[in-house]
């Protein structure tokens, strides 16, 4: 059963470039989280959908930042312009269940994305 | 804003010894969850704990919930270098986000 899939693994660009993200949630999971992983700041939740709809985008950063989900199998996550301050590890995590207390995170292998 | 500290920060200890993660916050979560994260892939469930008190063991590994809910702790026994990797703890807040803590590096030399 293949898990969650994001592509591409690396990125390297240069500032004021468009980055865009991809992921491919776990077929038959209804939540799908971005998460950005850092030294500094760990992992912070960026935004998450339920069924394909934004539930809560306030951890994205700025306007810069856009996410969408246009159908259940496939999300981005889009950067325009990039800086360097976006250097970072970019997950895609999904969810059957968000289940207010149980419910378990699969996470993707990550977008490693620098911007020089 | 809710916030979960972990400490320690790093720890490198010799294969065999005994070790403690803790997960501390000023705020209630309605559980909480221990992930683990190996160099160059994504965090992996390890378990969740919801109940307040609950202790919960994973072969050498024991987690137990703060009798308030707003703490935990990963004790590892007998560690071995396998073990080495980022030990995430997560909370679920009210509001049903996963918020996690900065994480906890910990390297077993054999």
């Known amino acids: 059963d293949a898990g969650v899939i994001q592509s591409p693994r690396h990125e390297v660009t240069e500032m004021g470039q468009e980055v865009t993200l991809r992921c491919k949630p776990i077929?038959?999971?209804?939540?799908l989280f971005w998460y950005r992983q850092t030294m500094m700041r760990g992992l912070e939740l960026l935004i998450y959908f339920n069924n394909n709809v934004p539930i809560d985008d306030s951890g994205m950063p700025e306007d810069r930042f856009s996410a969408k989900m246009p159908n259940a199998s496939f999300s981005t996550l889009k950067i325009q312009p990039s800086e360097p301050r976006d250097s970072a590890v970019y997950f895609c995590a999904s969810s059957l269940d968000r289940g207010l207390n149980t419910g378990e995170l699969f996470f993707g292998e990550g977008s490693r994305l620098t911007v020089l | 804003t809710q916030l979960l500290e972990q400490s320690p920060q790093f720890l490198s200890i010799q294969e065999g010894e005994n070790l403690t993660v803790y997960c501390n916050s000023s705020?209630?979560?309605?559980?909480l969850q221990w992930y683990r994260q190996e160099p160059g892939e994504g965090p992996v469930l390890l378990v969740t704990?919801?109940?307040?008190?609950e202790v919960k063991k994973l072969k050498r590994l024991t987690f137990q919930f703060g009798d308030a809910r707003k703490d935990s702790s990963l004790h590892i026994t007998a560690a071995q270098p396998g073990d080495t990797g980022l030990y995430l703890c997560a909370g679920r807040s009210n509001t049903g986000k996963l918020i996690f803590g900065q994480g906890t590096t910990l390297q077993v030399k054999p």
């Open positions: 077929s038959g999971h209804d939540y």
């Open positions: 704990v919801v109940t307040g008190g």
């Open positions: 705020s209630v979560f309605s559980s």
